[in-house]
T-cell receptor, first 116, second 116 residues
Framework: GAVVSQHPSRVICKSGTSVKIECRSL??????MFWYRQFPKQSLMLMAT?????????EQGVEKDKFLINHASLTLSTLTVTSAHPEDSSFYIC????????????FGPGTRLTVL | AQSVTQLGSHVSVSEGALVLLRCNYS??????LFWYVQYPNQGLQLLLK??????LVKGINGFEAEFKKSETSFHLTKPSAHMSDAAEYFC??????????????FGKGTLLTVNP
């Protein structure tokens, strides 16, 4: 149990376009979902935390208008990178926490975004 | 505030040798501690976690870690390395009070290479 999926796994887009990444909890309901960004050979940096039905909480330095997060249901959160530029190229990973008890995070497989 | 320090960005061992990956943490409250493994272009897989029960924690794939409060350490060990253990390993700390939805703070990671 506790499987998290991400779609797409890879995306290549042109500079100036917007890209949407989906994160789904497949076999549990997720009260909270987290979005991370990982640059090559570096650690994960938390971008934002989202609770179902609420606005996302962004970490310091993350542009809210650039990285739009929607957590519309207990199994789906989306990250939209608006007007993407080459510097937005990165590996984006989501994680999800269950409803009850200790909220361990379960991680998705990640999405590789390349902006040309 | 929480932080994690992983000593050694790269550890190289021979197949069959002991694996020791070091992690020290800083936390103002009793922590939850985690070790994750990441294979290239994949998400994170939980190896093991400490959540204030037994201080010696056994995980998957023969890994274990010991929580030492006096040393603020949570080092990861495996008695005998396999080639399949080659990957990036991340130590992470979480606030166990439930604050901030149990946000994880990651170390910078240690790349483990296993030589035949």
């Amino acid at each position: 149990g506790a499987v998290v999926s991400q779609h797409p796994s890879r995306v290549i887009c042109k500079s100036g376009t917007s890209v949407k990444i989906e994160c789904r909890s497949l076999d549990f309901q997720a009260t909270t979902m987290f979005w991370y960004r990982q640059f090559p050979k570096q650690s994960l940096m938390l971008m934002a935390t989202s609770n179902e039905g609420s606005k996302a909480t962004y970490e310091q330095g993350v542009e809210k208008d650039k990285f739009l997060i929607n957590h519309a249901s207990l199994t789906l959160s989306t990250l939209t990178v608006t007007s993407a530029h080459p510097e937005d190229s990165s590996f984006y990973i989501c994680s999800a926490s269950r409803l009850a008890g200790y909220n361990e995070q379960f991680f998705g497989p990640g999405t590789r975004l390349t902006v040309l | 505030a929480q932080s994690v320090t992983q000593l050694g960005s790269h550890v190289s061992v021979s197949e069959g040798a002991l694996v020791l990956l070091r992690c020290n943490y800083s936390s103002s409250v009793p922590p939850y501690l985690f070790w994750y493994v990441q294979y290239p272009n994949q998400g994170l897989q939980l190896l093991l976690k400490y959540t204030s029960a037994a201080t010696l924690v056994k995980g998957i794939n023969g890994f274990e870690a010991e929580f030492k409060k006096s040393e603020t350490s949570f080092h990861l060990t495996k008695p005998s390395a396999h080639m399949s253990d080659a990957a990036e390993y991340f130590c992470a700390v979480s606030d166990n009070s439930g604050g901030s939805n149990y946000k994880l703070t990651f170390g910078k990671g240690t790349l483990l290479t296993v030589n035949p």
